[in-house]
């Protein structure tokens, strides 16, 4: 199947600084790529979707000056939280799909864990 | 719109036994239906989905779930539970299909009892 790389898988950053998370798709081109916050003990939500070369789109209630999502390639999308503070730490994971993938499914990254100390 | 809704945020089970977590799902659209697993701090693996045909759909690690239209369910299922099944599980939707916008479920954490 479709390989998506997330990294890092742990970062942790004080208070304050930005940090940039990469989603990579290995061997397909993704087109689209989705980036998801997973709060403790709760399920995925969905923070933004962005086609390659277009501007993210966010969903309701998720700030974009403060979660910047870039899609410059058709296999790297990357996810700055900017001026971290300690209510951002969460596990972000993202998902991608493409031309060459399953026109049914989307595939997820491992996942990175956020702490903002 | 579409949502989706796990019933029973935690269920255990023992080893061996019948594992049944059930999900309904609303959607305006045929729906495509997934189930996912998550292990501690790991990402999404999918289980199974479901997208067209066949409503009993077999997936990895001896899952399976049957899609069921008059119930609006996907309950996955697995007839003897292994100590290694243990880990949060998660259905979902998506109705948009080409672009796989997927609304998750609350997840229900599967515990394996020894």
């Known amino acids: 199947g479709a390989v998506v790389s997330q990294h890092p898988s742990r970062v942790i950053c004080k208070s304050g600084t930005s940090v940039k998370i990469e989603c990579r798709s290995l061997d397909f081109q993704a087109t689209t790529m989705f980036w998801y916050r997973q709060f403790p003990k709760k399920s995925l939500m969905l923070m933004a979707t962005s086609n390659e070369g277009s501007k993210a789109t966010y969903e309701q209630g998720v700030e974009k000056d403060k979660f910047l999502i870039n899609h410059a390639s058709l296999t790297l999308s990357t996810l700055t939280v900017t001026s971290a503070h300690p209510e951002d730490s969460s596990f972000y994971i993202c998902?991608?799909?493409?031309?060459?993938?399953?026109?049914?499914?989307?595939?997820f990254g491992q996942g990175t864990r956020l702490t903002v100390v | 719109a579409q949502s989706v809704t796990q019933l029973g945020s935690h269920v255990s089970v023992s080893e061996g036994a019948l594992v049944l977590l059930r999900c309904n799902y609303s959607s305006s659209v045929p729906p495509y239906l997934f189930w996912y697993v998550q292990y501690p701090n790991q990402g999404l693996q999918l289980l199974l989905k479901?997208?067209?045909?066949?409503?009993l759909v077999k997936g990895i690690n001896g899952f399976e779930a049957e899609f069921k239209k008059s119930e609006t369910s996907f309950h996955l299922t697995k007839p003897s539970a292994h100590m290694s099944d243990a880990a949060e599980y998660f259905c979902?939707?998506?109705?948009?299909?080409?672009?796989?916008?997927?609304?998750f479920g609350t997840g229900t954490k599967l515990q394996v009892i020894p």
């Open positions: 998902s991608a799909s493409g031309y060459q993938t399953s026109n049914t499914e989307a595939f």
């Open positions: 479901y997208t067209t045909g066949a409503t």
């Open positions: 979902a939707v998506s109705e948009d299909g080409g672009y796989q916008k997927v609304t």
